[in-house]
């Protein structure tokens, strides 16, 4: 099982970043996908949730209106599109998979910057 996170890196306040992790290993279609992140010192932070097929999205109340959570199943592929950035968004960003087991991706850092 693999899940590997793409596309961070260091982003100037307001500007966008798009995520991506990459599944394989497992039945990516019945799982439940999330992007968590974590800062040193604080506990990992659920971030945006999309349901298996891909329906249903929640957010965090910080990101709600700047974040957008999707996948494709098709390419077990799933993506966080980050627009209006800021400071207090600079964290690892993690992929999670969620159903029968669940796993975790290595991280991706994303700092937000002047």
């Known amino acids: 099982v693999q899940l590997v996170e793409s596309g961070g890196g260091l982003v100037q306040p307001g500007g966008s970043l798009r995520l991506s992790c990459a599944a394989s290993?497992?039945?990516?279609?019945?799982?439940?996908m999330s992007w968590y992140r974590q800062v040193p010192g604080k506990e990992r932070e659920l971030v945006a949730r999309i349901s298996s097929g891909g329906g249903n999205t929640n957010y965090v109340d910080s990101v709600k209106g700047r974040f957008t959570i999707s996948r494709d199943n098709d390419k077990k592929m799933v993506y966080l599109q980050m627009n209006s950035l800021k400071a207090e968004d600079t964290a690892v960003y993690y992929c999670?998979?969620?159903?029968?087991?669940?796993?975790w991706g290595q991280g991706t850092q994303v700092t937000v910057s002047s």
């Open positions: 290993g497992f039945t990516f279609s019945t799982y439940f």
């Open positions: 999670h998979a969620a159903f029968y087991r669940d796993y």
